[in-house]
């Protein structure tokens, strides 16, 4: 009897944890090297921008949303650095990965505006596509639409060393 109470007791074990395993959420993980995933998303001004319609740019990929303060932090300094390579091959682009996002990101850009893009991935589509459950996470993607690295967390993006690598990223 005690043994027969023991296997009941680890096949439920095993099946909770077959059912916990079958629902993780799937995540790809976007590699150094590799090409980068296209997508398309809408911006707040309602265009569709793809990935792949600025191959021949490089690309800096920054998925953020208004409750991250280090995502709201490291902001000044990407405006900073799209002022900056402005004359340069070179897209800004910051996915808002809130469900709600068309409804708080205009009021969140209303009181800190920028000029970069910024588009909404309300679904998770691209947030899953390219693994990112930390924010801010940013990806750089060459002008062969690679991808050149993968940050996680805040950075100052207008530092003299991290727009001279953009620099010479755009003109190679």
Do not use: H
């Not at 009181?111 to 588009?119: A, E, N, Q, S, V």
């Amino acid at each position: 009897m005690r043994r027969l109470a023991i296997i009941i007791v680890l096949l439920v074990l095993a099946g909770f944890a077959g059912y916990i395993y079958s629902n993780l959420p799937t995540t790809a993980s976007v590699v150094t090297g590799e090409v980068a995933p296209d997508f398309k998303l809408e911006d707040t001004k309602g265009n569709q921008v793809s990935l792949s319609g600025l191959r021949g740019k490089v690309v800096m990929i920054n998925f953020w949303a208004t409750w991250c303060p280090p995502c709201i932090e490291e902001m000044p300094s990407m405006e900073r650095l799209n002022e900056a390579m402005a004359d340069d091959d070179f897209v800004l682009l910051a996915i808002n990965t809130e469900k709600n996002g068309r409804s708080v990101v205009p009021p969140f850009l209303n009181k800190t505006p920028y000029t970069f893009p910024i588009l909404y991935d309300d679904k998770g589509n691209v947030q899953k596509q390219y693994g990112v459950y930390k924010f801010p996470e940013s990806f750089i993607i060459r002008k062969d639409g690679t991808v050149d690295q993968k940050i996680i967390g805040p950075l100052d993006w207008s530092s003299p060393k991290t727009i001279a690598y953009l620099k010479s990223l755009s003109k190679g």
